[in-house]
């Protein structure tokens, strides 16, 4: 658990470096932006796949959707990212689905936004979501 969490540790010191590249840096978050890509939601039931398309402000609010492929609905998505990389993030699907992720967030070696994170649909632990969102 510690290599991990040194290398995320070493992948959130870069990201001033790496955004500063992709037209961050200033006073701005070196997070914020938009992000777009794939997500697998592993559960008992069998796997979901999707898109999000997520904006992170630089107070670190999160907006956007994310479309469920496999159930064709798709939901508005909201949450928070702080400054240790911890995200927190609810997915409200029609039909009063609420899904809950949170957890560690860093980025790949691409500059991808990486994460696993356990989810609860209804407070009731439920499987794992992963995304590997790029900053467009």
Do not use: W
């Not at 609810?90 to 994460?115: D, E, M, Q, R």
């Not at 794992?128 to 900053?135: K, S, Y």
């Amino acid at each position: 658990m510690r290599l991990k969490r040194s290398v995320f540790l070493a992948v959130l010191a870069l990201l001033p470096v790496v955004l500063a590249g992709c037209g961050g840096g200033g006073d701005d978050s070196p997070v914020a932006g938009r992000y777009q890509g794939p997500f697998t939601f592993n559960s008992p039931q069998g796997n979901q796949v999707g898109t999000i398309d997520a904006t992170i402000d630089n107070n670190g609010t999160i907006t956007g959707t994310a479309a469920n492929i496999t159930t064709g609905r798709t939901a508005t998505l909201t949450g928070t990212l702080n400054d240790e990389g911890q995200i927190q993030t609810t997915y409200s699907f029609p039909g009063n689905i609420v899904v809950n992720a949170s957890g560690p967030v860093g980025f790949n070696a691409a500059g991808h936004l990486v994460g696993t994170l356990p989810a609860t649909i209804q407070g009731s632990p439920f499987g794992t979501i992963n995304f590997e969102l790029t900053r467009q």
